[in-house]
């Protein structure tokens, strides 16, 4: 896969079929990036596991923090990675070590470890580098060009609305 251009197909599908996300990072503190990640995501309807070994046991936005991947409930189905390139890489070997294999990495704005994302695509888990998964929400939604951001998408539909505060739905709303 090419990690410097992504389809909007490859980062949609991604987004709508994800529902956990174990975010490696997270932060207490209101000014982090990680931390209004967190917060949108979770506007968003992701479950989203914070995952910060001096925050274990508190709770950030309501949710549990968890020390390391070994200690969520569950696998998720996607990590992603608020640490440095280096530290990528040892935490995609950890992940695939562990045998508990999520279906999505998402390394942060950045974040960027090559031979990491072949070692991932090699066990079948998709791979996002350089990228923050709450401005490809906004942009592929819509949202982000509230703000008078450039989406880079044209479109004369009007963005569906779906439950929640301001909420744009990636997916089309469906007729019950």
Known sequence: MDHNSYSDTY???ILDEVKTIAMIGASANTVRPSYFVLKYMLSKG???????PGQAGKEILGQKVYASLEDLPGTPDMIDIFRNSEAAGQIVDDVIASGKLPKVIWMQLTVCHKEAAQRAEAEGI???MDRCPKI????LSGEIGWAGVNSRTLSSKRPALKAGFQHRGLTPNKKT
């Open 11 to 13: 980062i949609k599908a």
């Open 46 to 52: 992701y479950d989203v596991w914070p995952i910060n």
């Open 126 to 128: 998709k791979v996002v």
């Open 136 to 139: 490809e929400y906004g942009r």
